[in-house]
């Protein structure tokens, strides 16, 4: 045991952090609000990464980083390190630094990650759901040629953004969508975004999924090779393995199974939140709209099992989608508060202002809470229960293999 271990053991409740993306600033922040608390964020990078922004990265409109010290609260210890184990029996972690810090609660706020399945893509594609990913990519694209093929793979809001933004710059660019573009618009948003990724030069690929990314191009299921200078991936996200190389219960993409408070069905003593969270085993939408609203819930979550109450069930709502397709338009698809997108819609300019103020009021909020713990809010969806109890009862009638 270090020595920084053995001190922990004897001082005020230890909380610490894995994580220090949104939910896991906003909990951080949030748990500040008792002063009696030693709160320690993990986290591999020195700077907080605006992930919302990557895709701006590639093209210089954006570093998409900010100052810890203009989020996080000066209470909160920040560890520039990363995590390999969580010890839920003995309560430490183990750093890759070789350290290990202990914890009376632990917050599981790992994240989530591109994830590529397909046959060649680990090896011929570029992710973007890192900052470390974005800035290889953004290399790989400032040594090739402006008119060189670039093909981005995933018709979700990553894969509008990123091919809107490099049209808008001049590239070549090809989006293969699979079954549809944006499957979770409604259909009068899809025509919104359909219409201006092709006025901005995208070639738009619908019925297709790439099966194979080869040097040089892609392969589809339906037999044509597309040509591709740089193949940028953006379909599918995954969770990190931590949880379940740590012998933790994780749903299928990895996220950790948590009853309705965010608290481990494995150990009352680790919290989720944010898009490693699988509360029930029915996970949110991963964005940065349930990271804002979990994370602060987490910390909530922390505060009551630290003064001995009950925890209260977990309760966000959403509002919608924005999307910029590239700098100047975008597209805003309103939804209910369970995340069914309905046909309200702002388009073009306005809704490219609209989705500006949402990338600055997300910092905003994070500074805010950081100077005001309690400051968040969240916009509370009253059907989740009903949502989970069909679950369940699915659950219960699909035969056990």
Known sequence: MNLDKQENRTSKPQ??????????VMAANRLT??????????????????????????VGSSEAVVAYADVLSPRVRLVVDTVTTIDAAGRTVALGSGQEVAYDYLVYAIG?????????????????STYEEATRLKAALETTASDAPVVVVGGGPTGIEVSSELAEAGRNVALICGERLGPWLHEKGRAVAERDLR???????EGARVAEVIDG?????DGRELPSSVTIWTAGFTAPNLARASGLSTDELGRLVTDETLTSVDDDRIIATGDAAAPSGVAYRMSCQAANQLGPLAGETVLARLAGATPKPVGIGFVGQ???????LGLVNLSRRDDTAVAGRVRGVPAAKIKELVCRSTVWALSMEARRPGSAFGFNDRSRSARVQAAARTALEEPSL
């Open 15 to 24: 909380v610490v952090v894995v994580g220090g993306g949104y939910a896991g």
């Open 33 to 58: 609000k008792r002063e009696d608390i030693a709160i320690t964020l993990v986290n591999p990078r020195e700077h907080f990464v605006e992930r919302i922004r990557l895709h701006e990265l590639l």
């Open 112 to 128: 989530s990650a591109g994830t590529t399945r397909v046959t060649g893509a680990a090896e011929h594609a570029f992710g973007v």
């Open 199 to 205: 006025r901005l030069g995208v070639g738009i690929v």
């Open 217 to 221: 191009g892609v392969r589809l299921d």
């Open 322 to 328: 924005c999307i910029s397709i590239g700098r100047g």
